[in-house]
Structures are given as structure tokens and as C-alpha cells.
């Protein structure tokens, strides 16, 4: 309740784009969440892959901002391993927030860690979810003290929606849609007239690609957030189980990124003439991922092009949840679902999740 005082202290792993966006809400909100919640949230620890900073009386706003604007002129600490950062989240109270919005394989010991000394955590980074199954079950225990909204579709409440639905009762068949708003934006530049490598090229320069488009265009990221889903509907598999056909030909592994930009032309020709098949049918091309109880997949698909996800525009995300509840009318899902800043108001929004836990 207002005028309570008490505190939530906090660790944040992984200070990158979505981290320093992330900070920037933080400082911006936390005066109205002392004031709505009656607390006080404390930065404690800022940790990256190389150097850290942490204070037990929190960081200061100015050493905050000075993250966020990459002043190097902080009171940065040496390369923390494991079992200092654990060392470190002993200094701070239990009911503490391991926040991880870092691109790690690596951190997964560290939220289990944080959640068995009966702490919360908060995670953008897929990279926790997709690990091995028998990582991934020991997070099962701490369905109400661990948030993962932003790995699928970012700010877009998908996690949050399949989670209330299961819990609820329902029986989910089929969860389809489109997952990447980098692929979802070069096909809609390609049904505009543009060709494939323009596409590929302005998605870049907008900054939908990761460095190198081929992190995109090899499907994997769909993969991932298709594992996720799986995951959640308790099915036991891993992201070998599925197959992924990339969009470009294998030769084009092996290129480095700037050759692989110079010779994406090359796929033109290829794609054109696919999308004017299509055409010709009333369909258009989407990267679509399905997943219900027996199967896993993700490709390129030719769909109806008024139907929900042939109708989709540029980087949005659309995700149709079909369950015993939502047989004939699905659950639909649609708005933006990637983006640096959608994903930290989606970090953010887990946080006051878990604010609204402690005052309840």
C-alpha cells in the first residue's frame, strides 16, 4: 500500500540495447512506483561480459545514466566469474530480481540460483529457455516467481496469454503465426515490388537485423521462440528436434557477412518468381511457425493473402492460439514484436509484476 516503505533491490545482467533501454524506463518510472507501491527499487549490480559495477547501498542514478550513455568512466570492477556474482547476490535480500537481458548461454545456473534462495527472476534472453531439457525443467518449480514475457514477441502478452489459458483449463491444439518481425518485414517490402536483397538490405539499415541478416534469414530465432511455446505446452524436445530450412542455399554459409551482403542479390530472381506464383493464387509468402502436440515447425509457407497472417504488414507479429475454449474464433495476438524499445517496456512490465506481487 502508498506511504510503505520498503525495497526491491536488483541485479541486472547484460546492460546491452534492451538493458539500457530498459534503465532509461526505470529511471523514469521508479519515483511513480515508490509513490503507487510504496517501493523503493535499488540498481545494486550491473554486470557484463567483461566488467561490473555494484554498490550494497545501490547505484546512484548518475552512475545509472552513465551506463546507459556508455560513459566508460565509472568505477568499473573486473571481469566477474559465476561464483562472485553469486558471492554478490548473498549481500543483497532474498526477495531480490536477477534481471538477465543479456544474449548469454551462460546464465542459467545464475537464475536458478537466484530462484531457489527464494528470489525472483526476469529474463529477454532466449537463450535460457532453449537450453537442455534437463536445464530448462529446473525453472519448472518457479512458475510464479520467474517472468519470460519479452522472448516471444516481445511486449506482446503471448507468454502471459498461453500461461492464463492452461492454468485456466483450457486445452491448447494449435498455436500458429508469425514470430519474426525482421522476416515479416522483408516479405511485405517484397509484395510492394521491392526485391529480395532491397528487402534484406533496408531491414538492415532499420536495424530489424541482427549484424548479420543470415541470424535472421537461417529461421533459427523463429526456431527458438517455437521451442519456447513447445516448451510451455510440456512438450519434451530440444531445438534439434526442429528443422529449419534457411533462406538462402548453403554456399552462402560459408561467405562473410559483407560478402554475403554484396551477393544477395543473387536470390532475386528466385523469390520473385515464388511471390508472383503466389500471387496468381491470391496467397503470399510468410515465415510461419505452428505448434501443437505432435509437431514443431517452422518454414516458408504460401498463405491466403486476406487472411490473418497473409493480411499481416511490416515487422508486426501475429500469433493465433486455437484451443478447445477458442475452436472456431482463435485467440489472436497482433502488434509489434520486436524492436529495442517494446522489448524493454516488456521487461519492465515484468517487474511490475512481480511489484504487484509484494505489495498483494
Excluded at 15 to 36: C, D, H, M, T, W
Excluded at 87 to 105: G, H, N, Y
Excluded at 322 to 329: D, V
Aim: one cysteine or more.
Amino acid at each position: 500500500m502508498p506511504g510503505v516503505q520498503s525495497s526491491l533491490n536488483i541485479i541486472h545482467l547484460g546492460p546491452g540495447n534492451v538493458g539500457k533501454a530498459f534503465l532509461r524506463i526505470l529511471l523514469e518510472q521508479k519515483k511513480l512506483i515508490q509513490s503507487v507501491f510504496g517501493i523503493k527499487i535499488i540498481v545494486s549490480g550491473i554486470v557484463r561480459s567483461d566488467k561490473y559495477l555494484f554498490s550494497r547501498d545501490g547505484l546512484s542514478d548518475k552512475e545509472i545514466k552513465k551506463v546507459i550513455n556508455k560513459d566508460e568512466n565509472l568505477r568499473w570492477l573486473n571481469t566477474p566469474g559465476q561464483t562472485h556474482i553469486k558471492q554478490l547476490m548473498r549481500f543483497i535480500p532474498k526477495k531480490s530480481v536477477l534481471l538477465d537481458t543479456s544474449a548469454s548461454d551462460k546464465t542459467v545456473d545464475l537464475l536458478i540460483y537466484q530462484l531457489e534462495r527464494g528470489g525472483f527472476a526476469v529474463v529477454s534472453n532466449k537463450k535460457t529457455l532453449i537450453s537442455e531439457l534437463s536445464d530448462r525443467k529446473k525453472f519448472n518449480p518457479f512458475q510464479q516467481s520467474f517472468f519470460y514475457e519479452t522472448t516471444v514477441g516481445a511486449g506482446l502478452p503471448v507468454i502471459s496469454t498461453v500461461k492464463d489459458m492452461i492454468e485456466s483449463g483450457d486445452k491448447i491444439e494449435e498455436i500458429e503465426g508469425c514470430f519474426s518481425g525482421t522476416l515479416g518485414f522483408i516479405f511485405s517490402e517484397l509484395e510492394k515490388g521491392s526485391p529480395f536483397s532491397g528487402a534484406v538490405l533496408a531491414a538492415k539499415e532499420l536495424g530489424y537485423t541482427e549484424p548479420d541478416p543470415r541470424d535472421d534469414l537461417s529461421g533459427i530465432d523463429v526456431a527458438r521462440k517455437a521451442l519456447i511455446l513447445s516448451r510451455l505446452l510440456g512438450k519434451r524436445i530440444s531445438l534439434k528436434n526442429i528443422k529449419t530450412i534457411p533462406l538462402y542455399p548453403e554456399e552462402m554459409k560459408r561467405l562473410s557477412a559483407d560478402e554475403f551482403l554484396s551477393q544477395v542479390h543473387r536470390l532475386d530472381s528466385g523469390y520473385k518468381k515464388r511471390l508472383s506464383n503466389a500471387l496468381r493464387e491470391r496467397k503470399t509468402l510468410r515465415y510461419v511457425a505452428v505448434v501443437t502436440k505432435n509437431k514443431t515447425e517452422v518454414s516458408l509457407k504460401e498463405v491466403q493473402i486476406s487472411g490473418d497472417i497473409g493480411s499481416l504488414k511490416g515487422p508486426d507479429n501475429i500469433i493465433k492460439i486455437r484451443s478447445e475454449r477458442y475452436k472456431a474464433n482463435p485467440m489472436i495476438i497482433k502488434g509489434p514484436g520486436a524492436g529495442i524499445e517494446v522489448t524493454a517496456a516488456g521487461v519492465f512490465a515484468d517487474l511490475l509484476k512481480i511489484i504487484r506481487i509484494l505489495r498483494a
